[in-house]
């Protein structure tokens, strides 16, 4: 018997703008529910997506903050199989997420430092990650998996 | 996003925290909050019951006033009841082992007068 697959894609574009995170949040709700990903794997798209741009936002170069972010959720269903995959890109300087050195948990509360959050959450919240850089800009994909109950 | 704070007497208070601790939602609660929690020595519930969505920004703001009000002699706790997606952030991100989480009310306000 051969597979059904099933191919859905929504595309978004902002502004390197903290003030464009939550419309980047919203349009991700409104398209995920509307290819019928779970709250459960939205939730965590969603905040691999606010991490992934605050960190543009936050660490970005001029480049980084005058041109527009692109956004892509692309999700995938091969029979039961389903994977919702947001993919990041901007025009910094090439930074791989998928590979930087996250911080050591601090031990107590008098250690702990702000930021190096972000980097840990996108890895735990994401079941797959992808980075590549290309004309000048980053690619960085994340990928949530779940199995379709009928 | 909203915040509220009741004074149960001098030294303890609770403050609830509700809507998205996103980049926006944390900037527009972050001075009201550190006044709130860290400007004085006292014992603080923070309720993040009703916190829909918690991202690092929000963290780091929890962190610093937490951070602040133990140099103060205080102490913080956190307040998380039922809230799967917000304990499941605290716990990926080891947060309630600094900040100590409870899911029971009368649990949070125990540990923080402890």
Known sequence: MSASIRNLVAELTIKADAERVRDASMWLAQSGTEFGVPEEELNRLDLCLNEALANIISHGNPAALTCPIHILLDVRRENDACEATATVSDAGPAFDTSSATIKPRPQTLADAEPGGLGLLMIRSFSDKLAYSYSHGRNHLSFSVRWIETR | ?114
């Open chain 2, 1 to 114: 996003m909203a915040i509220e704070f009741e004074d149960v007497n001098d030294t303890f208070r609770r403050i609830k925290l509700s809507g998205r601790l996103d980049i926006p939602g944390t900037e527009a609660i972050s001075i009201k909050f550190t006044n709130l929690a860290a400007s004085a020595s006292r014992r603080v519930v923070v309720d993040l019951t009703t916190v829909s969505f918690l991202a690092s920004i929000g963290i780091r703001e929890l962190i610093s006033s937490a951070k602040a009000l133990q140099l103060r002699g205080g102490r913080m706790v956190l307040l998380v009841g039922d809230n799967v997606a917000v304990s499941k952030t605290l716990q990926v991100t080891g947060i309630d082992a600094l900040i100590p989480m409870f899911s029971n009310p009368s649990e949070a306000d125990q540990a923080a007068l402890a």
